[in-house]
C-alpha cells in the first residue's frame, strides 16, 4: 500500500467512545440479525486498489481487525445489523513513498432481515496536502496558540483518531487534508483560550463552521479579545548603587516608544522613591510596553541633571511585557537606575535594537540609547567592503612553439620571438613577419587562467535618523542595498546637549541575515560538484559532458595565415601561453570538493529539520550493458547542521554539515588570487568576516555577485556497493521535513536528479 503509517476511517456518527479488541474470523451463521460485510480499499485518483491494508471495524464496544487482499478487499463476518459503526484502515508498508490524509465519513448496517451481505464499496483515500489557518488578534495582529480546532465534527467524539485535528504551530493551525478539491468546514471548540475570551470580528461566524479549506489553502481568522485586564506597573528609582533615590516631582513624563505618546507617572503617596501608572492590555501591546524615563531636574538649579539607565527585560530594550506580571495580582515593579550627570562626562551609548534581527534587501531600523539627552556633531554614516575581481597579469612565453593547425603538432620550436608588445617570425617567404600588439610594455598579457579577488570600502554618508524621548534615543535607518552575510559599520559622532561635555563616537558592526525564504521543496537542488553534467554520464564510456564554461582551460593560441600548416591554405598557431607552465603561481585552486558516493544539497537559504533518506539510483555497466540498480534506505535519518536528531532504532544518523558558500562559474583548473586593498591574501575574509567560502564545480550559477549559498554535505560512500563498473549516483529520493530561511515548514518526498 502507497501510504506512510496514515490513519484512514470510515466511521459513524458516534457520541460515544469504542473500547476492547478482537481479530476479524471467518466463522459464518444463518441467524438473520447477523450479516457479513465487505468492501475494498482503492486510491481516490488513480483508482490503484491497497493490498495488504490492516482495517479495524468499531462496532458494538468491540473491535475486528484483518486485512486487504490482493484485490484490495476485505470482509467482517457476524456483524449485527441496524448497527453503527466506523472503520479505520491502517498502512503497514512504511517503505512507500505516498502519504495519504486522514478520512472520516459515517455508517450504519442494514435493517433488512434478507440481506446477508452488505457491500460498502470502496474506501477512497486521497494524498495529503496542508493547509493552513492562521488565528489572529485583530487589533495587534497578534498570533493566536491554544484554540482547538478541527475539520469533522466526529473529531471530538473519536478522541481525535481521524488526525482532523488541527497542528497548533505558535498561532498557525495546520490541517491534513485530502487533495480532492473539496471544501473541508472548520470547527472551533471554543472561544475562551486559558482565561482570556474572544468573540468573532464577523458576527455571523458561528463555532460549528468558522471557515472552509481546500487542501493547500492559507487562511486567516479574526478574533476580538474581550479581556478588560489592568495591569499596575510600579517604577522603583534607585541610584547606581540601587539605594533609594527620590524626585522633587510628584508626577514624571515617561514615552511610550511604541506610538510616541507621553504619560504620566504618578508617585506613591506612601513612598517618594516609586511611581505608578495603570496599563491595559493594549498599552502592553504584542511585543511589551516599551518607555522611556525623561531626564529631570533633581535639584531644582534649572538643568535636567539626570539620565535614566532603562532596564531590558526579556532581551527586548525598554520593554517590559504581560509576562512579566504577577499571573493573580497583576502587578509588576521595575527598577529605574538614575544616574547624575556630571559636568565634562562623556556620553555614554548602547545599542537598543535586537541585532539578530537584521536583515539584508530591506530597510533596517537601528535603535541606539544615550545616558542623556544629545547633540549630533556629524551624521551617522555606514561602511562595508564588496568584493570585486580583477583581471591577472601573467608574463607571454618569449620564444613560443609554432604549431600546426591541429593545435598539437609542433612545426618549429622557440622560433618565434616577443619583442615590443608583438611576436616576430619568419613567414613561409622567409621574411620576417609579426602578430598585432599582444602585451604590454612588460611583456606581459592578461591571464584566462586565473582572477585575482580584492575588498573595496564603501562609505555612505548622511544616513536617516530621527530623535526620540528628550534626544536620548537615536533611530538610524539602514539602507537596504546591505548585503547578506557582508560585515558593515554605523557609526555617528555625538555630544550631550546639556553641559559642555566630550564628543564621544558610537560605532558598532553587524552581520545582515537574509530574508529570503523557499516555499517549494524543488527549489533545493542535489549536486555532486564533479564539473560535469551527471545526467550525460555514460556508464559504458565512462564520460560525461562538462558544465557549460567549467570545461578545463586551454593553451592560448594566436593564429597565423602566413605560415601554413601541413596543408598549404590551412593557418599555424603561436603558443602564447601554455596552462602547465603559464598559469600557476602564488595561487589558491577553486578545486571540486567531490569525491565517490559524496553529493550536496544545495540552498539559496539556510536549512532546519531532517530528512529521510528514502534511496538512490544508480547506473553502471555490467559487461558492456547498461544497468540500472535502486538502493532502497531504511530508517536513515539526517539531520541540518545542528539539528537535534530525535528517536530510537535510527540507522546511523547522519549530520549534514552546513557551508556557506559563493558559488562561482570558473573552469576546471582555474585559479584565484585573494587580496585585500594592501595586497594582503586576504580579500574573501575581509569582505564577509571569515563566514563564507569560495567553491565552484556546481551546475548552478549565482544570480549575482553577493549570493550566498549554503550546501550540506551528504556522503553516501560507505552506505552503497557499486554494483558493477563506471557506477554512477543519477537519483536520489528523500522524505525532507525542513524549514527554508524565513519561509514556512515544507513535508514531502521529492526525487532530485544529480547536477
Keep these: 500500500m502507497k501510504n506512510t503509517n496514515k490513519i484512514v476511517i470510515l466511521a459513524s456518527t458516534l457520541a460515544f467512545l469504542f473500547t476492547g479488541c478482537g481479530d476479524e474470523t471467518t466463522t459464518s451463521t444463518a441467524d438473520s440479525t447477523y450479516l457479513t460485510l465487505s468492501g475494498y480499499v482503492q486510491d481516490g485518483q488513480t483508482k490503484e486498489v491497497q493490498e495488504d491494508a490492516e482495517v479495524i471495524l468499531h462496532i458494538d464496544g468491540g473491535v475486528k481487525t484483518t486485512r486487504t487482499d490482493k484485490n484490495g478487499g476485505f470482509h467482517f463476518n457476524n456483524i449485527s445489523k441496524d448497527s453503527k459503526y466506523f472503520i479505520e484502515v491502517k498502512d503497514i508498508n512504511p517503505n512507500d513513498n505516498i502519504t495519504y490524509a486522514p478520512l472520516l465519513t459515517s455508517a450504519q448496517t442494514t435493517k433488512s432481515t434478507i440481506t446477508t451481505i452488505e457491500n460498502i464499496g470502496a474506501l477512497q483515500i486521497y494524498q495529503e496536502l496542508n493547509a493552513t489557518l492562521e488565528v489572529r488578534d485583530a487589533k495587534t495582529g497578534e498570533l493566536l496558540s491554544g484554540f482547538f480546532l478541527y475539520t469533522d465534527p466526529l473529531a471530538g467524539a473519536l478522541n481525535g483518531i481521524g488526525q482532523t485535528l488541527a497542528k497548533d504551530i505558535n498561532g498557525s493551525y495546520t490541517f491534513e487534508l485530502a487533495d480532492n478539491g473539496l471544501n473541508n468546514t472548520v470547527y472551533l471548540s471554543s472561544l475562551k483560550n486559558g482565561s482570556i475570551k474572544y468573540k468573532f470580528v464577523d458576527p455571523t461566524l458561528q463555532l460549528n463552521n468558522v471557515t472552509t479549506l481546500k487542501a493547500g489553502e492559507k487562511k486567516v481568522l479574526y478574533l476580538q479579545n474581550e479581556d478588560t485586564t489592568k495591569y499596575s506597573l510600579t517604577f522603583h528609582l534607585v541610584d547606581e548603587n540601587g539605594t533609594d533615590t527620590t524626585s522633587p516631582y510628584k508626577v514624571l513624563p515617561i514615552i511610550n516608544n511604541v506610538t510616541g505618546k507621553t504619560l504620566y507617572i504618578q508617585q506613591d503617596t506612601q513612598n517618594a522613591s516609586q511611581y505608578k501608572i495603570e496599563l491595559s492590555k493594549d498599552d502592553i501591546g504584542v511585543n511589551g510596553f516599551s518607555f522611556t524615563l525623561m531626564n529631570f531636574d533633581s535639584d531644582n538649579d534649572g538643568f535636567n541633571d539626570t539620565a535614566a539607565q532603562h532596564i531590558k527585560t526579556n532581551q527586548t530594550a525598554f520593554t517590559f511585557d504581560k509576562d512579566s506580571f504577577d499571573t493573580t495580582t497583576k502587578v509588576a515593579t521595575v527598577p529605574v537606575v538614575i544616574s547624575k550627570i556630571k559636568n565634562k562626562q562623556v556620553v555614554s551609548s548602547k545599542t537598543l535594537s535586537d541585532t539578530s534581527k537584521i536583515y539584508a534587501g530591506v530597510e533596517n531600523t537601528l535603535i541606539i540609547g544615550f545616558d542623556r539627552p544629545i547633540n549630533v556633531v556629524t551624521e551617522p554614516q555606514i561602511s562595508f567592503k564588496?568584493?570585486?575581481?580583477?583581471?591577472?597579469?601573467?608574463?607571454?612565453?618569449?620564444?613560443?612553439?609554432?604549431?600546426?593547425?591541429?593545435?598539437?603538432?609542433?612545426?618549429?620550436?622557440?622560433?618565434?620571438?616577443?619583442?615590443?608588445?608583438?611576436?616576430?617570425?619568419?613567414?613561409?617567404?622567409?621574411?620576417?613577419?609579426?602578430?598585432?600588439?599582444?602585451?604590454?610594455?612588460?611583456?606581459?598579457?592578461?591571464?584566462?587562467?586565473?582572477?585575482?579577488?580584492?575588498?573595496?570600502?564603501?562609505?555612505?554618508?548622511?544616513?536617516?535618523?530621527?530623535?526620540?524621548?528628550?534626544?536620548?534615543?537615536?533611530?538610524?535607518?539602514?539602507?537596504?542595498?546591505?548585503?547578506?552575510?557582508?560585515?558593515?559599520?554605523?557609526?555617528?559622532?555625538?555630544?550631550?546637549?546639556?553641559?559642555?561635555?566630550?564628543?564621544?563616537?558610537?560605532?558598532?558592526?553587524?552581520?545582515?541575515?537574509?530574508?529570503?525564504?523557499?516555499?517549494?521543496?524543488?527549489?533545493?537542488?542535489?549536486?555532486?560538484?564533479?564539473?560535469?553534467?551527471?545526467?550525460?554520464?555514460?556508464?559504458?564510456?565512462?564520460?560525461?559532458?562538462?558544465?557549460?564554461?567549467?570545461?578545463?582551460?586551454?593553451?592560448?593560441?594566436?593564429?597565423?595565415?602566413?605560415?601554413?600548416?601541413?596543408?598549404?591554405?590551412?593557418?599555424?598557431?603561436?603558443?602564447?601561453?601554455?596552462?602547465?607552465?603559464?598559469?600557476?603561481?602564488?595561487?589558491?585552486?577553486?578545486?571540486?570538493?567531490?569525491?565517490?558516493?559524496?553529493?550536496?544539497?544545495?540552498?539559496?537559504?539556510?536549512?532546519?529539520?531532517?530528512?529521510?533518506?528514502?534511496?538512490?539510483?544508480?547506473?553502471?555497466?555490467?559487461?558492456?550493458?547498461?544497468?540500472?540498480?535502486?538502493?532502497?534506505?531504511?530508517?536513515?535519518?539526517?539531520?541540518?547542521?545542528?539539528?537535534?536528531?530525535?528517536?530510537?532504532?535510527?540507522?546511523?544518523?547522519?549530520?549534514?554539515?552546513?557551508?556557506?558558500?559563493?558559488?562561482?562559474?570558473?573552469?576546471?583548473?582555474?585559479?584565484?588570487?585573494?587580496?585585500?586593498?594592501?595586497?594582503?591574501?586576504?580579500?574573501?575574509?575581509?569582505?564577509?568576516?571569515?563566514?563564507?567560502?569560495?567553491?565552484?564545480?556546481?551546475?548552478?550559477?549565482?544570480?549575482?555577485?553577493?549570493?550566498?549559498?549554503?550546501?550540506?554535505?551528504?556522503?553516501?560512500?560507505?552506505?552503497?556497493?557499486?554494483?558493477?563498473?563506471n557506477s554512477k549516483i543519477k537519483k536520489i529520493t528523500m522524505k525532507l521535513d525542513i524549514i527554508g530561511g524565513t519561509g514556512s515548514k515544507l513535508t514531502g518526498t521529492q526525487t532530485f536528479n544529480i547536477q
Design 386 to 725: 564588496t568584493l570585486e575581481s580583477e583581471d591577472v597579469k601573467i608574463a607571454a612565453i618569449s620564444n613560443p612553439n609554432i604549431l600546426d593547425t591541429d593545435k598539437q603538432t609542433i612545426l618549429t620550436t622557440g622560433d618565434a620571438n616577443l619583442s615590443h608588445q608583438v611576436y616576430i617570425y619568419d613567414n613561409d617567404n622567409n621574411s620576417t613577419s609579426k602578430t598585432d600588439v599582444i602585451a604590454d610594455e612588460d611583456g606581459n598579457v592578461t591571464s584566462p587562467y586565473q582572477t585575482q579577488y580584492k575588498d573595496t570600502l564603501h562609505v555612505t554618508n548622511n544616513l536617516k535618523y530621527t530623535m526620540k524621548a528628550n534626544n536620548t534615543i537615536m533611530e538610524i535607518t539602514l539602507p537596504s542595498s546591505i548585503k547578506e552575510e557582508v560585515p558593515f559599520s554605523v557609526s555617528v559622532q555625538v555630544e550631550g546637549s546639556l553641559y559642555n561635555t566630550p564628543r564621544s563616537i558610537y560605532s558598532e558592526t553587524f552581520i545582515p541575515k537574509s530574508t529570503k525564504a523557499i516555499n517549494t521543496l524543488s527549489t533545493l537542488v542535489v549536486d555532486d560538484a564533479d564539473f560535469n553534467q551527471t545526467q550525460t554520464y555514460d556508464v559504458l564510456t565512462g564520460n560525461a559532458d562538462y558544465i557549460n564554461g567549467l570545461a578545463p582551460h586551454e593553451d592560448t593560441l594566436i593564429k597565423i595565415m602566413d605560415f601554413n600548416g601541413t596543408a598549404a591554405t590551412d593557418p599555424s598557431y603561436i603558443q602564447e601561453l601554455i596552462y602547465a607552465t603559464s598559469a600557476k603561481g602564488s595561487t589558491t585552486s577553486l578545486t571540486p570538493i567531490n569525491g565517490n558516493g559524496i553529493m550536496y544539497l544545495v540552498s539559496p537559504v539556510k536549512l532546519t529539520g531532517t530528512a529521510q533518506l528514502l534511496s538512490v539510483t544508480e547506473e553502471y555497466n555490467d559487461a558492456g550493458v547498461k544497468k540500472t540498480q535502486e538502493h532502497q534506505f531504511f530508517n536513515t535519518i539526517v539531520g541540518f547542521n545542528t539539528t537535534n536528531i530525535v528517536g530510537t532504532n535510527l540507522n546511523a544518523p547522519i549530520l549534514l554539515t552546513e557551508k556557506k558558500v559563493k558559488i562561482v562559474h570558473t573552469p576546471k583548473n582555474h585559479y584565484y588570487t585573494d587580496k585585500d586593498n594592501n595586497g594582503i591574501v586576504d580579500g574573501l575574509n575581509e569582505v564577509y568576516g571569515g563566514n563564507v567560502d569560495m567553491v565552484t564545480g556546481f551546475d548552478i550559477t549565482p544570480a549575482n555577485e553577493n549570493q550566498i549559498s549554503y550546501i550540506y554535505k551528504l556522503d553516501l560512500s560507505n552506505k552503497i556497493t557499486a554494483s558493477g563498473t
